[in-house]
């Protein structure tokens, strides 16, 4: 059972770069989510998506886009990274708000 | 504002106990959630308190005070496994997790 795949596991870029954050799920779950793991910082929620179709902005946006045309596919997108979205990208989903998330392995990125 | 507070980091030994504290403040309340993490590994879930009182599941128990904003984690009979960061989060009243910075624990023999 996979679960939920991130990739890239890690990536370098350059400020300025276009970056596409990969995430798939097996689940079948309704929610899915982006968080930004920082040092010293809670997860911060990137954005969000309740069900196949819809998406909502989390507490970090800016800067970032999503798409979740259906259940299991739900990318993140950096149109113009910038080396202050250096950091830990966690996907995670959810069967509706339980609060009981699953996450990926991390995408590790960093901008220089 | 929205705020979780807990310890940035504890030391305990091996087959002791450790209580883990959390204080949250958030808009609405829908649930007190641990998480433990691995160092370079995903957070994977632990408990759930949404009433007031002891959750146990194993060596590890959750307790909440809805009145005092206030959480801990209880983890019994610590194992070398057990070192890893733990994440207290609270749920607020749109069902998004405010997430504390995690409480890095770590065990000694």
């Known amino acids: 059972i996979a679960g939920i795949t991130q990739a890239p596991t890690s990536q370098i870029l350059a400020a300025g770069r276009r970056m596409t954050l990969r995430c798939t799920q097996d689940?079948?779950?309704?929610?899915m989510y982006w968080y930004r793991q920082d040092l010293g910082l809670g997860l911060r929620l990137i954005h969000y998506s309740n069900t196949a179709g819809t998406t909502g902005k989390g507490e970090v946006p800016d800067g970032y886009s999503v798409s979740r045309a259906n259940t299991d596919d739900f990318p993140l997108t950096l149109a113009s990274a910038v080396p202050s979205q250096t950091s830990v990208y966690f996907c995670?989903?959810?069967?509706?708000?339980?609060?009981?998330?699953?996450f990926g392995e991390g995408s590790r990125l960093t901008v220089l | 504002g929205q705020n979780i507070d807990q310890p940035t980091e504890m030391t305990a030994t091996e087959g002791a106990i450790v209580q883990i504290n959390c204080t949250y403040q958030?808009?609405?309340?829908?649930?007190l959630f641990w998480y433990q993490q691995h160092a370079g590994e995903a957070p994977t879930f632990l408990s759930y308190?949404?009433l007031d009182g002891l959750e146990e599941k194993g060596r590890f128990s959750s307790f909440l005070s809805r009145s005092k904003g206030y959480s801990y984690l209880l983890l019994k009979e610590l194992q070398m496994k057990d070192s890893a960061s733990y994440l207290c989060?609270?749920?607020?009243?749109?069902?998004?997790?405010?997430w504390g910075a995690g409480t890095k624990l770590i065990i000694k023999p």
């Open positions: 958030t808009s609405g309340f829908n649930g």
């Open positions: 308190n949404v």
């Open positions: 995670a989903s959810s069967e509706g708000n339980t609060g009981e998330l699953f």
């Open positions: 689940m079948r779950h309704n929610a």
């Open positions: 989060a609270s749920m607020d009243s749109n069902y998004q997790l405010i």
